[in-house]
């Protein structure tokens, strides 16, 4: 029997509020020492209660894990520490019983060396189908201009594999080659893992590294138009079979070269914003809004049913990808003293060490996140103020198993301490003594309240996920003010991003007669008029203002 997906509203990931979670770190139920399906049901209450409508597994299929699982195996099954495919559907049903969407991963680039497919490849004869399913080359001269990504970790895209006689393609780890999307074969096969999981009643797909999908001589192999096709061809594949689905691309380059990903509204429903988030972090730390305006003005409209996923920090180093070399250096210099939490071309720390553990940094980001044109997204951990351990190697200090309470492996596991798939954080500072979910929920004032707060209050307002938004241009740089917009609602931000006290004049008249209202708190300010509107803030302070027309006002 054909499953359905769990939505009915098409436009559903606009009004979304993600959570990003890798299910081997959230519960583990069997005790293994590896979280699981099971152990992610028993925590549906949790993910309900604070609000998020959409959860983004990370991958869970089997693979040998060299990649934390962007490593695959086979696409259509469930990695044995994680449960089976049974597991998987009483998971799915249980979230869409809550109204949560589930979003899996899609990686379309790669797969493992260990897959089928791969050793099926090698030994194949060289002009066979199956063969090609990969890229290969008697050189390491093709594709000269293709930079390497993993800079830590690889020197070349090419690695000779000595069965094949020949070179392979990789644009991540050499134990993940590329799939070979000149090759039809390919993309039927991918299109099958797809229907496969669409038809479980999955709610959409973050297709992983979408930019490399095709090389081409003579150029970066990034966005090229042939990739384009490729994810084209996807769109239509779902569009006539599966309704209400969502396609979110993982494109790390420049907004203009992320447009093409949306299409004309026939590619990818969303996109991350990846050059945006740095520049949060930027401004925070310069005290100046310039950086988050310039680049939220080189942001290009979208095609009405397309949308930007918006996130602070997820699974990855803090890529520095999408910023300029100075800018780079800046990020380094101001987020990441100590070089241990460098990698790549970023900064491998969670969102609390980034800000200090600075209560009040944490909560102005966050209104940025989630006041921004586009879908938050808010990483597993982050809504307790997590914190990260940068001697775990590779990436696996911002994965590190999630913190239930203060008791043995932080509740997450009832094994021993040395069966968990990763130690827990057991600093004075962000150890799961001093950071958990059952302390934070018992004090009012705990950031995890706070969250669930402004979680709420981005619901009630529509105008967050569907509405315009409008820079305003105040005197003062340390302020940054926008209006969002969605048919009749209009909501007023201002934030101030430095460590002391602003005051700000805004350029109003637009909305004289207006009342602003502040909405944590709900209460009325001043009626705007003619002249500049005058607001105070405090340290890193920030208004979110419903403007009212009143009974009695013009
Ligand atoms: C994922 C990474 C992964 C890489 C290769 C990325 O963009 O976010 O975690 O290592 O793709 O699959």
Request: glycine share 6%; net charge negative; aromatic share 12%.
């Amino acid at each position: 029997m054909r499953r359905r997906s769990g939505v009915a509203d098409p436009l559903w990931y606009k009004r979304a509020i993600i959570y990003e979670l890798p299910v081997k770190s959230f519960f583990d139920a069997n005790n293994d020492g590896i979280g699981d399906f099971e152990g992610l049901v028993q925590k549906l209450d949790y993910l309900e209660g604070l609000g998020v409508t959409c959860l983004w597994l990370l991958p869970f299929f089997p693979s040998p894990l060299r990649d934390d699982g962007y490593d695959i195996a086979d696409y259509c099954n469930i990695h044995p520490s994680y449960g089976t495919l049974e597991d998987f559907k009483r998971f799915l049903d249980a979230a869409h019983e809550r109204h949560l969407q589930v979003v899996i991963e899609l990686v379309l680039n790669h797969t493992s060396d260990a897959h089928p497919w791969f050793q099926r490849a090698r030994t194949a004869p060289r002009e066979s189908v199956e063969r090609g399913y990969y890229v290969w080359s008697d050189t390491e001269d093709r594709y000269r201009e293709a930079r390497v990504i993993f800079v830590d970790s690889e020197r070349s895209n090419w690695t000779w594999d000595p069965a094949a006689g020949a070179y392979y393609w990789h644009r991540f780890f050499r134990h993940q080659p590329d799939l070979n999307y000149d090759n039809p074969a390919v993309l039927r096969e991918v299109l099958q893992v797809m229907d496969f999981w669409l038809e479980l009643g999955v709610d959409g797909f973050r297709l992983d590294a979408v930019p490399y999908l095709v090389e081409r001589e003579g150029t970066s192999c990034e966005n090229l138009d042939d990739t384009h096709k490729v994810l084209k061809a996807i769109r239509r594949h779902i569009d006539a079979r599966w309704p209400n689905r969502m396609l979110l691309a993982e494109a790390n380059q420049w907004p203009a070269d992320v447009r093409p990903y949306f299409g004309d509204g026939d590619e990818c429903h969303m996109a991350f914003h990846f050059p945006l988030m740095p520049r949060m972090f930027m401004g925070l730390h310069l005290e100046d809004r310039h950086p988050i305006v310039e680049i939220l003005e080189q942001t290009p409209a979208l095609p009405d049913p397309c949308q930007w996923a918006l996130f602070l920090r997820n699974h990855d180093e803090l890529t520095l990808e999408m910023v300029t070399d100075e800018e780079r250096d800046y990020m380094y210099l101001a987020y990441s003293a100590d070089p241990q939490a460098r990698l790549n071309l970023g900064i491998r720390r969670r969102l609390a060490p980034l800000v200090g553990n600075n209560r009040r940094r944490i909560e102005l980001l966050s209104s940025l996140l989630f006041s921004f044109p586009g879908t938050p997204i808010l990483y597993y951990g982050d809504e307790i103020g997590m914190g990260d351990n940068t001697h775990l190697g590779d990436r696996n200090g911002v994965r590190t198993p999630m913190q239930w309470t203060s008791d043995r492996n932080a509740r997450f596991s009832r094994a021993d301490p040395a069966r968990l798939y990763s130690p827990v954080i057991m600093d004075p500072i962000y150890g799961y003594q001093a950071i958990n979910v059952e302390a934070q929920e018992r004090d009012p004032s705990s950031l995890l309240q706070w969250m669930k707060n402004l979680i709420g209050l981005r619901k009630l307002f529509p105008a967050f996920g569907l509405g315009s938004m409008e820079l305003l241009h105040p005197a003062n740089r340390k302020v940054l003010a926008y209006v969002r917009r969605h048919g009749s609602d209009t909501i007023l931000c201002v934030a101030n991003l430095s460590r002391s006290v602003q005051a700000v004049e805004l350029e109003l008249a637009a909305f004289a007669g207006l009342t602003p209202v502040e909405i944590l708190g709900y209460t009325d300010l001043p009626v705007i008029g003619e002249r500049p509107y005058f607001l105070t803030l405090g340290p890193y302070g920030f208004y979110w203002f419903e403007l009212q027309r009143r009974d009695g006002h013009a």
